[in-house]
């Protein structure tokens, strides 16, 4: 069997009438180099900046039977032999049902990081027989269906992991920018929000044994998580985190969602404490002006430099800051 980018990773894809119903639709983010679609809804986003949604709990996912094979072979050919029992003890958290401007419950679930990996790195390739060449596989499967039309969450065959992420504003109005290193899986040596990842296991069961009762409380958790390690925040930072809205992004249309984690510290306290974020940014003339002249800038030095999670940051504060 052979394994090949596809050239054919649907060039117009469209939303299912589910998606368009809830006012989703494709936009686009022009980073100098290439143009990146995303699918969001300024409806569903300013419902879950208002609206807490409770969770349902489903069972673990698995690999649909039929598309596990496929998928392991594509992970193999990625990173080479992968050890399965060295993921066994991470899950990441994913969510199995449709957001809506109406929604009132979500429904989540665990799996492992393996599958996670597996599915993702599927996406972009297609697996060809060697003895007819003809095509077995399309790892856009997961996400898309035969005509091009994305799958809701509710019916897509991905996990849906809940992407995390915040863009940490200090006391004296400074955003915090992070960098992902340049040997990461995804965003290479991209400039990044504040914090950024997969929520896992551990932001919805919790060491005392409590678990998160709303999404918001996991994307939260989550993202305060990443920040703290990320930037390396003294442990005695008090922070206040609010989710500002949710958008699928082109990595396996995961959703993404995005908050603004206001710190109850100034840009001095947390250098003398160590803090280590990329770079310290000047909002002190308006948060949503600063950090989208900051990406443009970047992007005109060296294009393709700064992370679609950090425009969608940006965006979100605008809307918010109106």
């Given at each position: 069997?052979?394994?090949?980018?596809?050239?054919?990773?649907?060039?117009?894809?469209?939303?299912?009438?589910?998606?368009?119903?809830?006012?989703?639709?494709?936009?686009?983010?022009?980073?100098?180099?290439?143009?990146?679609?995303?699918?969001?809804?300024?409806?569903?986003?300013?419902?879950?900046?208002?609206?807490?949604?409770?969770?349902?709990?489903?069972?673990?996912?698995?690999?649909?039977?039929?598309?596990?094979?496929?998928?392991?072979?594509?992970?193999?050919?990625?990173?080479?032999?992968?050890?399965?029992?060295?993921?066994?003890?991470?899950?990441?958290?994913?969510?199995f049902s449709d957001i809506t401007k109406d929604s009132e419950t979500v429904t989540v679930g665990q799996a492992e990081y393996y599958d996670?990996?597996?599915?993702?790195?599927?996406?972009?390739?297609?697996?060809?027989?060697?003895?007819?060449?003809?095509?077995?596989?399309?790892?856009?499967?997961?996400?898309?269906?035969?005509?091009?039309?994305?799958?809701?969450?509710?019916?897509?065959?991905?996990?849906?992991?809940?992407?995390?992420?915040?863009?940490?504003?200090?006391?004296?109005?400074?955003?915090?920018?992070?960098?992902?290193?340049?040997?990461?899986?995804?965003?290479?040596?991209?400039?990044?929000?504040?914090?950024?990842?997969?929520?896992?296991?551990?932001?919805?069961?919790?060491?005392?044994?409590?678990?998160?009762?709303?999404?918001?409380?996991?994307?939260?958790?989550?993202?305060?998580?990443?920040?703290?390690?990320?930037?390396?925040?003294?442990?005695?930072?008090?922070?206040?985190?609010?989710?500002?809205?949710?958008?699928?992004?082109?990595?396996?249309?995961?959703?993404?969602?995005?908050?603004?984690?206001?710190?109850?510290?100034?840009?001095?306290?947390?250098?003398?404490?160590?803090?280590?974020?990329?770079?310290?940014?000047?909002?002190?003339?308006?948060?949503?002006?600063?950090?989208?002249?900051?990406?443009?800038?970047?992007?005109?030095?060296?294009?393709?430099?700064?992370?679609?999670?950090?425009?969608?940051?940006?965006?979100?504060?605008?809307?918010?800051?109106?």
């Open positions: 069997m052979t394994v090949e980018l596809s050239t054919t990773i649907q060039e117009n894809p469209s939303l299912s009438q589910t998606s368009l119903n809830a006012g989703y639709e494709f936009r686009e983010y022009d980073d100098g180099e290439s143009t990146l679609a995303y699918i969001t809804s300024d409806s569903v986003n300013r419902h879950l900046r208002i609206h807490d949604l409770a969770l349902v709990e489903t069972d673990q996912y698995q690999i649909p039977e039929r598309f596990a094979r496929y998928s392991q072979i594509m992970l193999e050919h990625q990173l080479g032999e992968v050890d399965k029992e060295a993921y066994e003890n991470h899950r990441v958290m994913g969510i996670m990996l597996a599915t993702f790195y599927s996406f972009p390739y297609v697996y060809r027989s060697d003895e007819t060449n003809l095509i077995e596989f399309k790892g856009s499967s997961f996400i898309y269906n035969d005509f091009g039309v994305v799958y809701p969450m509710s019916t897509n065959f991905g996990i849906n992991p809940i992407g995390a992420n915040t863009i940490a504003v200090t006391r004296d109005d400074q955003l915090l920018i992070q960098k992902q290193a340049d040997d990461a899986r995804t965003n290479p040596g991209r400039l990044m929000p504040s914090g950024s990842g997969v929520a896992s296991w551990h932001d919805y069961a919790y060491d005392d044994g409590t678990r998160a009762t709303t999404l918001q409380q996991i994307v939260v958790h989550g993202a305060e998580y990443k920040l703290v390690h990320e930037c390396e925040l003294p442990s005695d930072c008090k922070m206040t985190t609010k989710v500002m809205g949710m958008a699928r992004v082109p990595t396996g249309l995961k959703p993404d969602f995005y908050c603004i984690s206001t710190l109850g510290m100034t840009s001095d306290e947390l250098k003398a404490a160590g803090a280590k974020p990329y770079e310290f940014l000047d909002g002190s003339n308006g948060l949503s002006d600063a950090l989208l002249a900051y990406i443009a800038s970047a992007n005109e030095k060296k294009p393709s430099s700064v992370a679609l999670q950090l425009y969608l940051e940006a965006l979100l504060l605008a809307e918010i800051c109106r």
